[in-house]
């Protein structure tokens, strides 16, 4: 299947993290989706009750990332990626979560993960 809606850059200050001061102090996280799914219907009719309203998936996903806090990067992007496969009539969602603020170091653009989940594959 190929098509799918792309939301790129959601940003959101979250508390997510290993260390304590990530829990405590904060810092920006950014999110990209990739949202699979048949557009076949939507394109013939050109209506939205025919797709997924993209402002409810990232109401979603605000509503996860700005919640309890993960202490990983890939529990959070999995449970991310369940959410909206059990809320949303998609087949499979990519959920790529960039961390530009690690506490690392050494230089670099950012950290993260990119996990993709099928809809088969939510219980």
């Given at each position: 299947?190929?098509?799918?809606?792309?939301i790129?850059?959601?940003?959101f200050?979250?508390?997510?993290g290993?260390l304590?001061?990530?829990?405590?102090q904060?810092?920006?996280?950014?999110?990209?989706?990739d949202?699979?799914?048949?557009?076949?219907?939507?394109?013939?009719?050109?209506?939205l009750?025919?797709?997924?309203?993209?402002?409810?998936?990232?109401c979603?996903v605000?509503?996860i990332?700005?919640?309890p806090?993960?202490?990983?990067?890939?529990?959070?992007a999995?449970?991310?990626?369940?959410?909206?496969?059990?809320?949303?009539?998609?087949?499979?969602?990519?959920?790529?979560?960039k961390?530009p603020?690690?506490?690392?170091?050494e230089e670099?653009?950012y950290?993260?993960?990119?996990?993709?989940?099928?809809?088969?594959?939510?219980?």
């Open positions: 299947m190929s098509d799918k809606i792309v790129r850059g959601l940003k200050y979250c508390y997510h290993v304590e001061s990530e829990r405590s904060g810092q920006c996280f950014l999110v990209d989706l949202l699979y799914r048949d557009f076949s219907g939507a394109v013939l009719k050109d209506v009750e025919d797709t997924v309203d993209y402002r409810s998936v990232i979603l605000k509503e990332m700005e919640g806090p993960y202490m990983l990067l890939e529990t959070l999995d449970n991310l990626a369940g959410k909206i496969l059990r809320a949303f009539d998609f087949q499979k969602v990519r959920v790529k979560i961390k603020f690690a506490p690392v170091s670099f653009d950290i993260g993960v990119d996990i993709t989940r099928r809809r088969k594959d939510v219980k």
